[in-house]
């Protein structure tokens, strides 16, 4: 059965500091995996997918993930961190093919202090 | 258009009462989607329609009721609601069941009384 844990729940940066989300997974089938973002009130907004391709992956708002299979993670990071990146973020796996149905982690809530 | 549509975009109701969801979309997806978000909670689906047919239900109490008119056009009937179902309601969509990209819409937030 696929999990995804997200191992922090909060995240406090300064802003113009790197951006380090922490995600890992379990899954007994090749993943696909991804990133989602939420702003406050808002829907959700992929970031950025890993779907078998590249293992270090660039998605949008200068997000970066690695895909690490010896270490079953995920984790999401950007290099200098701004105001605007204050958000919900949430760690999501899904099985390659088959029904779609997508696991989420429990999310990071990502603070970002002038 | 690369969005899904959610209305209205909040919505207040008494145990009583009868209301609906609303959600489009005019990508040509095929997929579409009901999830319910809680408070500081990832969202949990609750509904899946893949070409206009009801594909998946998962345990959802049957005062809610998914309708999909046409492949754009997702509503979700409420009915004898609970305070606890009190949420944010979001529709999403993809370009089949078997994508596994989904385009959210911005949901629904729903107020029980």
């Known amino acids: 059965a696929q999990s995804v844990t997200q191992l922090d729940s909060h995240v406090s940066v300064s802003e113009g500091t790197p951006v380090l989300l922490r995600c890992n997974y379990s899954s007994s089938y090749s993943p696909s995996l991804f990133w989602y973002v939420q702003h406050p009130n808002k829907g959700l907004q992929l970031l950025l997918k890993?779907?078998?391709?590249?293992?270090l992956v660039k998605g949008i708002n200068g997000f970066e993930a690695e895909f690490k299979k010896s270490e079953t993670s995920f984790h999401l990071t950007k290099p200098s961190a701004h105001m605007s990146d204050a958000a919900e973020y949430f760690c999501?796996?899904?099985?390659?093919?088959?029904?779609?149905?997508?696991?989420f982690g429990a999310g990071t809530r990502l603070a970002v202090h002038p | 258009d690369t969005e899904v549509t959610q209305t209205p975009k909040h919505l207040v109701m008494g145990m009583t009462n009868k209301k609906s969801l609303k959600c489009e979309q005019h990508?040509?997806?095929?997929?579409m989607y009901w999830y319910k978000q809680k408070a500081k909670k990832p969202p949990e689906l609750m509904f899946v329609y893949s070409y206009e047919k009801l594909s998946i239900n998962e345990s959802v109490p049957s005062r809610f009721s998914p309708e999909c008119p046409n492949s754009s056009l997702l509503n979700l009937h409420l009915h004898a609601l609970q305070p606890e179902d009190s949420a944010l309601y979001l529709c999403?969509?993809?370009?089949?069941?078997?994508?596994?990209?989904?385009?959210f819409g911005a949901g629904s937030r729903l107020t029980v009384l």
């Open positions: 999501v796996v899904t099985l390659s093919g088959g029904y779609n149905k997508l696991i």
């Open positions: 990508m040509g997806h095929r997929a």
């Open positions: 890993y779907t078998s391709a590249a293992t």
């Open positions: 999403a969509s993809s370009l089949g069941q078997q994508a596994n990209v989904l385009t």
